[in-house]
């Protein structure tokens, strides 16, 4: 099963991709966000995969980073630690019971020391966006 299954609602990350499924290994970590309604924690990472057929307007732009921020809702347990300025992490979301409930963990990918673990009653995607990405000056 994908990490993509695991989600409430899969079609804004399927309408972006297709077929395809972008990987959660080595995405950048922007935001964690604690929230009491829910309660929640967001989470806001850019894929290393861009899209081979990405909406027209951000291939009119020059876009070449996916963003997504996903909410965990139901929050029951959080957990996160040695959190780093450049986090590169890998992802790991699952269900974990008939109901629905997810597991999603993180930990470190490369040079940063990012984990979190969090169990919620379910992910949903809050937003896909897109943005260029350049490289860093030589």
């Known amino acids: 099963m994908s990490w993509v299954d695991a989600l409430h609602e899969p079609r ?20 964690i966000r604690l929230h009491r309604d829910g309660p929640s924690v967001y ?11 990405p909406p027209r307007k951000w291939g009119v732009v020059g876009y070449n980073t996916v963003q997504v921020e996903l909410c965990l809702y ?24 008939r109901n629905g409930k997810v597991a999603v963990r993180a930990w470190t990918s490369g040079n940063s020391t990012t984990r979190l673990n969090v169990v919620a009653g379910s992910v949903s995607v809050a937003k896909v966006s897109a943005y260029k990405n350049d490289p860093p000056p030589a």
């Open 74 to 97: 139901a929050v029951e347990s959080v957990e996160i630690s040695e959190l780093s300025t450049v986090s590169v992490i890998d992802l790991n979301i699952s269900t974990i019971d």
């Open 43 to 53: 989470l806001r990472f850019d894929f290393r995969e861009f899209p081979t057929d």
């Open 12 to 31: 804004s990350i399927r309408g972006v991709f297709g077929a395809f499924t972008p990987s959660l290994d080595g995405v950048v970590l922007h935001e």
